[in-house]
């Protein structure tokens, strides 16, 4: 990839412009490099470790316990599944993915390409809930397709040579967990040729790579520049974003770009220091008039759409298409202002009016200051459709009390989302929502500031 040599040189604002431009449109990419490094796993879960320096791909890695307080390095994470993860490359030929049969629990696994956009996803939404296999080709592949995957939906096309799977597998609590842990065991990742030669049900030797990224590196225009050219030289871009990218080249970005030259760092650390506080703050997506903000629709990518891309890849990233799951989020009580753990408030949804879905729904407490789940004296980080022992009010309606000081009473301790002392959000998580959910005609009720010397 090189510059557009008919266009002049940016400089002064064009160039600083420019490096905005840039820096948005690859945040995806910087950060897909960051998780692959935290998340690919230096050991196997038998303890193969990897070679010194390097990680292991092609290699489902599984969360054996339900996030808590500081357990996750994604942000804005869950706590009604259990992860099932791999970071796959398809460089070396095609893969196979098998999947068990989970009985008609609910399961997904999201394959994000290197761009952030979830275009595939296996689950009961889409492929059921029985054991089946599914082939994922590179881009360009054109080898013969192998008996087997010739029904809909078993041939994955990928965008990307590079891909992160993000399984989510429902847990309904403590209880629940060893007969997930029968399902993670029944994920796997091989080659082809390794599946067609009968080796499936052999545990399958990782792939080795070097992830050359310091996930806590902080994003200096160096570091920032340097991982977003790898990431285009493994992973270039869409042949209708190809012009658009060869002009961020006068800012050194893009595959055939090495060392910025002074210029180009000026503008590129000025860009970062501009645009990243800009995404943090910014909220996407349309707000009801009872506050909850619900984010745009990523229905199987993000389009032409950059600055959504770039928002989610910071905040959310490894969101769902929307219509296997949707994510309102509320940051401000009913009358806009900022969600505070030193305040109290109510969240009632009234008879028949709990989120319409097929899967499963709850709520889950923010710190909005690192985007993480709170840490409680009841560990509790949501509530739900299937938390246990809460009581309905006596009309059929249910009222969830968030706060950071235990409520009084027995109704609303049951019935309690801790809140941090500070700033929090909420997320309420709906899988496989229906159709009002999704185009805003179920209105979701507001969160109601109660007045500390009235209302319990």
Do not use: K
């Given at each position: 990839m090189t510059a557009v040599a008919a266009t002049a040189p940016a400089t002064g604002a064009g160039l600083q412009?420019?490096?905005?431009?840039?820096?948005?449109?690859?945040?995806?990419?910087?950060?897909?490099?960051?998780?692959?490094?935290?998340?690919?796993?230096?050991?196997?879960?038998?303890?193969?470790?990897?070679?010194?320096?390097?990680?292991?791909?092609?290699?489902?890695?599984?969360?054996?316990?339900?996030?808590?307080?500081?357990?996750?390095?994604?942000?804005?994470?869950?706590?009604?599944?259990?992860?099932?993860?791999?970071?796959?490359?398809?460089?070396?030929?095609?893969?196979?993915?098998?999947?068990?049969?989970?009985?008609?629990?609910?399961?997904?696994?999201?394959?994000?390409?290197?761009?952030?956009?979830?275009?595939?996803?296996?689950?009961?939404?889409?492929?059921?809930?029985?054991?089946?296999?599914?082939?994922?080709?590179?881009?360009?592949?054109?080898?013969?397709?192998?008996?087997?995957?010739?029904?809909?939906?078993?041939?994955i096309q990928a965008p990307t040579r590079w891909l992160w799977v993000i399984g989510r597998i429902l847990v309904d609590g403590p209880h629940d967990l060893a007969a997930v842990h029968a399902l993670q065991n029944g994920f796997s990742v091989a080659p082809l040729a390794d599946w067609l030669a009968g080796q499936a049900g052999v545990a399958p030797a990782p792939?080795?790579?070097?992830?050359?990224?310091?996930?806590?590196?902080?994003?200096?225009?160096?570091?920032?520049?340097?991982?977003?050219?790898?990431?285009?030289?493994?992973?270039?871009?869409?042949?209708?974003?190809?012009?658009?990218?060869?002009?961020?080249?006068?800012?050194?970005?893009?595959?055939?770009c090495t060392a910025l030259d002074d210029g180009q760092a000026r503008a590129l650390q000025q860009a970062l220091d501009a645009v990243l506080p800009r995404l943090r703050n910014a909220q996407s997506g349309t707000t009801q008039p009872s506050g909850w903000v619900l984010p745009p629709l990523v229905l199987d990518g993000f389009g032409s759409d950059y600055l959504t891309r770039a928002q989610v890849a910071l905040k959310y990233i490894g969101m769902l298409d929307g219509r296997e799951a949707v994510y309102p989020m509320a940051w401000t009580d009913a009358q806009g202002r900022p969600l505070h753990g030193g305040a109290r408030y109510r969240l009632r949804f009234a008879p028949e009016q709990l989120p319409p879905v097929q899967a499963f729904w709850s709520v889950t407490m923010y710190d909005a200051r690192n985007y993480m789940l709170v840490d409680n004296p009841v560990d509790r980080y949501a509530i739900g459709d299937r938390t246990p022992g809460l009581h309905r009010d006596a009309d059929g309606g249910l009222t969830l009390h968030i706060q950071h000081a235990r409520p009084e009473g027995e109704a609303a301790q049951a019935n309690w989302l801790p809140a941090p002392q500070g700033d929090f959000y909420l997320c309420l998580r709906a899988y496989l929502p229906r159709p009002e959910l999704l185009d805003g005609r179920h209105a979701l009720p507001p969160l109601q500031r109660l007045d500390n010397d009235k209302e319990t």
């Open positions: 412009a420019l490096a905005e431009e840039a820096v948005t449109w690859a945040y995806p990419l910087y950060e897909m490099r960051r998780m692959r490094a935290a998340t690919s796993p230096r050991r196997t879960e038998a303890g193969q470790a990897a070679p010194e320096g390097m990680r292991w791909c092609n290699l489902f890695t599984h969360a054996r316990q339900l996030l808590r307080a500081g357990t996750s390095r994604v942000v804005t994470p869950n706590n009604d599944t259990l992860y099932t993860n791999a970071w796959l490359d398809l460089g070396a030929g095609p893969l196979v993915i098998d999947v068990p049969d989970t009985a008609g629990r609910y399961y997904v696994l999201g394959l994000l390409d290197f761009y952030t956009n979830p275009f595939a996803h296996i689950g009961p939404r889409l492929t059921g809930t029985q054991a089946r296999s599914f082939l994922v080709t590179a881009p360009g592949w054109t080898g013969p397709l192998p008996a087997g995957f010739e029904a809909p939906g078993t041939h792939q080795a790579f070097a992830p050359d990224c310091d996930p806590q590196a902080p994003a200096t225009a160096a570091h920032f520049a340097a991982q977003v050219n790898a990431a285009l030289r493994e992973n270039p871009p869409p042949a209708t974003q190809r012009e658009l990218v060869e002009r961020f080249a006068a800012v050194g970005l893009g595959s055939g």
